[in-house]
């Protein structure tokens, strides 16, 4: 079983929609919970970052994270064309330099 | 400055070549990483530098020697490449070692492509 589980996707909404993204994890002792969004031949960019379980908002981005399920998702509000990319999601224990990374998920916002 | 800097963009190299890439960050974060990205494929580790010195080594091919001449610059030299190691190589930074979970700041990575 992989440490961290992400649909590959790809994923297309039309523009305006809500878009759901989400990861699955095996090692309970993750504590920090990132995503990324990567867009073609960039380098990856930290879009959200939380802690622990619950949610944190940041504009037209929410991000949740249940540890009692292993599930952490990020959702993107009235979704624009320039939000297609690809999406990260990562996770790390406290103190360690590792992440490790999910398969990431390509998202297409239609005009 | 908040960006990390990744130079050259693109390199093609033959087998017998030997390069470097260079990757410079004026953020004062102590600790930087290499990553190599696969097409489709999330990144994956090669090196950690804490405090200029190197902490971590993925048992990465000796073909690959990174480098840290001061606390803004990282190296990554490369030697008798094979095909197999075309891709996207990734710089990264964090402020402090260990505190990877806040993030990392990515550079736009080099495309290498060996011949």
């Known amino acids: 079983q992989k440490e961290v589980e992400q649909d590959p996707g790809p994923l297309s909404v039309p523009e305006g929609a809500i878009v759901s993204l989400n990861c699955t994890y095996s090692n309970s002792a993750f504590q920090y919970f990132m995503w990324y969004r990567q867009y073609s031949r960039k380098g990856p960019e930290l879009l959200m970052y939380?802690?622990?379980?619950g949610n944190k908002e940041d504009g037209r981005f929410t991000a949740q994270v249940d540890k009692s399920s292993k599930y952490i998702s990020l959702f993107i509000r009235d979704s624009q064309p320039s939000d297609s990319a690809t999406y990260l999601c990562?996770?790390?224990?406290?103190?360690?330099?590792?992440?490790?990374f999910g398969k990431g998920n390509q998202v297409v916002v239609i005009p | 400055d908040t960006e990390v800097t990744q130079t050259p963009k693109h390199l093609v190299m033959g087998m017998t070549n030997k390069k470097s890439l260079k990757c410079e960050q004026h953020?004062?974060?102590?600790?930087m990483y290499w990553y190599k990205q696969k097409a489709k494929k999330p990144p994956e580790l090669m090196f950690v530098y804490s405090y200029e010195k190197l902490s971590i080594n993925e048992s990465v091919p000796s073909r690959f020697s990174p480098e840290c001449p001061n606390s803004s610059l990282l190296n990554l030299h490369l030697h008798a490449l094979q095909p197999e190691d075309s891709a996207l190589y990734l710089c990264?930074?964090?402020?402090?070692?260990?505190?990877?979970?806040?993030?990392?700041?990515f550079g736009s990575g080099t495309r290498l492509t060996v011949v």
């Open positions: 990562a996770m790390s224990l406290y103190g360690n330099n590792r992440l490790a």
């Open positions: 953020m004062g974060h102590r600790a």
């Open positions: 990264a930074s964090s402020q402090e070692p260990g505190q990877g979970y806040h993030g990392y700041t």
């Open positions: 939380t802690y622990s379980s």
